[in-house]
């Protein structure tokens, strides 16, 4: 069920990376009953991990959402404060000028939440980036009248817009985002097709993430797509480019779920069942930086809830250098799993 | 406390059959995976069959393991009550079949 406080508002023990980081490293792991991440990929020769050619510049703009979704690893909700300041953005403003990476992540809670958003959407658009991305919740747009006309900003600045929706259906959804979050959703996704996004000549791009709604893994990211598309233009008349499958990462409000369900154990079972040495090769940490709401940079977005900084001498967006960053080693833990299970798992869905 | 003689944690170590016959639990593993590879019957199909037959031959391993397999293929839970009543009912029918054989003993022996 979708919840009504951030694990940091009910204060629970959880809230604490390093608590987190304590489950994943005991029990299971710790008795030697599954092999722990770093003993896995040692297997393939794949520690210590490496980055490869930076592509992704991910922003989280803020933790403060309008939604309290059950799984959500961020632990985001309309209780959370965290929110970058204009000087941050200022600063990566700075780096988006000069970067490498090709594709300008924005991220939350939900980013458009930032009274800064639009002024910085302008100004990083001005940078030439190929691929500016927004991850919406979409319910943001009709959550407020000012955000009303989100889609008309985002079609301005030719943001491509990559919007959750855990399933086509009322029920799963609701379960996990909150009730009245599927209309909503359906709602917010015929306004961005109205505007033309997803509609052919536009070139305005909607991709759908995909994530499970309980203790299982996605199934094949072609099979779901062809399967959202039939039921979202069935029963909506809603087009959408492609869907992105993403598994959940046992970290967060994800991993008490697990607890509380009695899931925990099985569920990192079927993680390290289905371990893909392939998906290690092109997981996102090595073409990914992912920058917090107060600046400090991370391997991965899910990294950055741990707190697991970059294993770098830059740690923070003021001090950025690519060339050293990309020399650096990725920070593991069991939670990786989540990302070479199966076809692999990023923000841009299987890697495989 | 009583054990008792099915335990869901023993369904992980189903692969380790292998172990004590390697030749025969790797021709069954590989048969087991061709088997549920799309074909002319998707594996979507093929899933709901699984999770129907396994309520029919009552095995707890192979119900949590194809109602798995259906939440992560999309398969909604009215699909899945529907394919658990298809084999009831052939089980039920199967049962109830014989009463022709009763019927044709009965008529047999009876003047």
Not at chain 1, 23 to 28: K, T
Not at chain 1, 87 to 96: K, P, S
Request: aromatic letters at 10%; charged letters at 25%; hydrophobic letters at 35%.
């Amino acid at each position: 069920m979708a919840l009504l406080k951030s694990l940091s508002a009910r204060k629970d023990d959880l809230s604490k990376p390093a608590n987190q980081l304590k489950f994943l490293n005991n029990g299971i792991f710790r008795e030697g009953e599954l092999p722990t991440f770093k003993d896995k990929i040692a297997e393939t020769g794949n520690f210590p991990l490496k980055p490869k050619k930076l592509e992704i510049l991910q922003l989280n703009l803020g933790y403060m959402c309008n939604q309290v979704c059950s799984h959500c690893h961020v632990d985001a909700g309309p209780d959370r404060r965290e929110i970058m300041t204009k000087e941050t953005m200022l600063q990566c403003l700075e780096v988006i000028k000069t970067t490498g990476a090709h594709t300008l992540d924005l991220t939350g809670g939900a980013p458009e939440m930032n009274p800064n958003f639009r002024w910085f959407v302008e100004e990083a658009s001005k940078a030439g980036i190929k691929d500016f991305i927004v991850r919406s919740n979409l319910t943001i747009i009709l959550a407020n009248k000012k955000y009303h006309d989100l889609p008309e900003f985002f079609k301005k600045y030719n943001v491509h817009v990559a919007s959750s929706l855990p399933f086509y259906k009322r029920e799963k959804t609701d379960k996990q985002r909150g009730s009245g979050v599927f209309d909503k959703s359906i709602k917010a996704l015929q306004m961005l097709n109205e505007v033309g996004y997803a509609q052919e000549g536009t070139g305005l791009k909607l991709d759908l993430v995909y994530n499970p709604a309980g203790a299982f893994l996605p199934t094949n990211q072609k099979e779901l797509e062809r399967d959202f598309k039939v039921a979202l233009k069935e029963d909506f008349n809603i087009d959408f480019n492609e869907l992105f499958a993403i598994t959940n990462l046992p970290i967060s409000r994800f991993l008490e779920y697990l607890i509380a369900s009695e899931n925990y154990e099985d569920y990192m079972y079927a993680l390290v069942d289905a371990y893909n040495p392939k998906a290690v090769e092109s997981v996102m940490c090595t073409n990914t930086i992912s920058i917090s709401w107060d600046g400090w940079l991370y391997d991965c977005d899910f990294n950055q809830m741990l707190e697991l900084k970059v294993n770098s001498k830059v740690q923070h967006i003021s001090d950025y250098n690519e060339d050293l960053l990309n020399d650096r080693e990725i920070r593991i833990s069991q939670h990786c799993y989540g990302c070479t299970a199966g076809s692999g798992s990023s923000c841009q869905g299987s890697v495989t | 406390m009583s054990k008792p003689y099915y335990n869901a944690e023993d369904l992980r170590k189903f692969g380790k059959i292998t172990e004590w016959n390697e030749d025969l639990g790797n021709k069954f593993f590989d048969y087991y995976g061709k088997v549920f590879e799309e074909g002319a019957l998707s594996a979507r199909e093929k899933s709901l069959i699984a999770l129907a037959v396994s309520h029919v031959v009552q095995c707890p391993y192979c119900i949590d393991a194809y109602t798995k397999d259906g939440l992560e293929r999309g398969i909604e839970k009215e699909e899945m009550m529907e394919a658990v009543h298809v084999g009831a009912a052939i089980k039920s029918g199967a049962t109830l079949v014989h009463g022709v054989q009763m019927m044709n003993k009965y008529e047999k022996l009876s003047m």
